[in-house]
């Protein structure tokens, strides 16, 4: 096979390569910088990158205080590649950035990005980063990061958005992270909340409070149907949010210790049919916040499932915060300890429609405490794993109202 030709830094308003060619990066706008592609904020244009083009940039010695496969500064811009592969290694590392207002990069199908500062203890490491109302497109697109305090794929600002089709994964390792990370404050509120928009794709995190999926402030996710999200660090949670969230047949699992499934603390977040929730260390689902909803609704032939090793199946944490359930099996087991199947508390309330809930040794099936509520009909299943554990109780906390459990 003939060997990719190989050309240097690629900069301008206007940059268009042959098919196949590999990008050496070996200029930067500073001593200590490397870019692969540099778009000037100027340089107002178009980057056509063609088919099968490979990014590389590499710091001296892993040493570039700041790496850059693509910068994309210039408002207006568009990038368009398909099979595109870019690798970036240095300590403050990006892969592809689109920093011009209102820019846009089509990264066609199969593309590839792969970012490592964990050499040398990289610091905001990032995948893919847009920002001011900027936007991306892409299909089966891949994203690797190594390094703390990274992001697999950040999006920031009113207006700037991600589709990554079918089939795409963003995977990270490091601690203090996120798969996906959605902001949409700052900039123009009229451009409205940032958004992120998949069907199918695969997120997976490695690393203590390496979370999965955050959706701040001002921000819509739709994770479409069939998605996974998988993480193995202490308080990593599967997703953690503060916006708008939609699913179906959404499956969630978390392996380290405090790691909850889904946690709500704002907006809503709805999650449909044929989902699963497990947290082998951490609560299942829980909403904590004056404004925070997690609806998540099963079907007969479709149920959800929600497996907690933690605190508690589902819970509902403090005044306004609010879980609605339906045709949903809950299972909890702690090994011995406390745990809650369904758990209120501080005024929080639950919902469940047709639920099963089993809990093994050392486990309460329905508990509301502090002034909180449960509400609980259909056909309902409490299954304890002898006479001596308690299925349904409340207690009583003097200086609050008496909880209910309605059933």
Known sequence: ??????????????VKVDDGVKIVGDKGDSSNTLYGIFNHFSDTGTIDLGNNVSVVVSGPDYNAHYASGIKIEADNTVLMAN??????????????????????????????????????NGVHVRGIAISRASTLVADRLTIETAGDNGYGLSIDNYGSSADLGSGSTVKTTGTNGYGVFVFGRNGLAANGPAKFTATNLTVETQGIRAYGVHPSL??????????????????????????????????????????????????????????????????????????????????????NTVFSGGSYGASAQFTGATVNLKNSDITVDRNGKLVYGLWALGGGVISGEDL???????????????????????????????ATQMAIGTQHNDGYAASRINA
């Open 83 to 120: 099979g595109l592969s870019v690798e970036v290694t240095g300590e403050s590392a990006v892969g592809i950035e689109l920093h011009g207002a209102t820019s846009h990069a089509d990264l066609g199908s199969g593309s590839r990005v792969k970012v490592d500062g964990s050499l040398v």
């Open 356 to 386: 099963t809930i089993t809990g093994a040794a050392g486990s309460r099936g329905v508990y509301a405490m502090t002034g909180s509520r449960i509400d609980l009909t259909g056909d309902l299943a409490v299954n304890m794993a002898d």
């Open 1 to 14: 096979m003939a060997q990719a030709v190989e050309i240097g830094t690629q900069s301008g308003a206007h």
């Open 218 to 303: 001002d921000s819509e996710v739709d994770l479409g149907s069939h998605s996974q999200i998988l993480t193995h660090g202490e308080e990593a949670s599967g997703i953690l949010s503060y916006g708008e969230v939609t699913a179906e047949a959404l499956t969630v699992e978390t392996k380290g210790a405090k790691a909850n499934g889904i946690e709500v603390r704002g907006g809503t977040v709805n999650i449909g049919a044929d989902s699963h929730v497990s947290a082998a260390r951490g609560g299942g689902l829980i909403t904590n916040g004056s404004n925070a909803t997690l609806n998540y609704f099963g079907t007969t032939d479709k149920r």
